[in-house]
């Protein structure tokens, strides 16, 4: 049984601002509803490698070994701030399209994925967060991790998809304006420097 404190909980944490809500946000206001869900979608996926990691245990080298968290870290880090400098650029996250081809939707998809898999605080984590809702007398333990797994996962593409279509609602008084639209792309960069940052200067 799910229990509302997981719920409540997950729902915190999938809620509060981060990477993946950010860029959601991010092509929502430049691209509209459907590749907003499309982000959503990629930052959702890119997920599961963390909680595959926690499940498995794997989370656990990066909290022990100094080099794999530092390594993992910094190539967050720097992913983060190239996506600030393409932020600023008219083909970047905020480039207004109004259609979504195939090969653009696959970009974005991987953009998300790539966006929430560089982050190392995310498998240590999951890592203290899943057992906790894990009875110690729990017959099947593993399953029931990937149960709650996967109602995490779902919860995270509900809300951040809200966000997306939040954002996309909002594109057309957005995009007719070039002056709103440079100050959102340097508002979007200046927000990914600031999370390439606290990234950096994260600690196991």
Known sequence: MVTAEFLITSLIVVASPGTGVLYTVATGLSRGSRASAIAA?????????????????????????????????YLGVAYLLYMAWKTLGERGPLSVESD???????????????????????????????????????????????????????????????????????????????????????SFAAAFVALGAKLATAER
Do not use: C
């Open 41 to 73: 979608f990629g930052s959702t996926i890119g997920i599961v490698p963390h909680m595959a990691a926690a499940i498995l245990g794997l989370a656990a080298l990066l909290h022990t070994s100094a080099v794999a968290f530092q390594t993992f870290k």
């Open 100 to 186: 979504v081809g195939a090969r653009s939707a696959l970009q974005m998809t991987v953009t998300g994925v790539l966006i929430n898999i560089l982050n190392p605080k995310l498998s240590i984590f999951f890592l203290a967060f899943l057992p906790q809702f894990v009875s110690a007398d729990d017959a099947h333990p593993l399953g029931r991790m990937v149960e709650l797994s996967g109602i995490f996962m779902l919860m995270t593409f509900v809300v951040f998809v809200i966000y997306g279509l939040f954002a996309a609602w909002l594109r057309d008084h957005v995009i007719t304006r070039p002056q709103v639209m440079t100050w959102l792309r340097r």
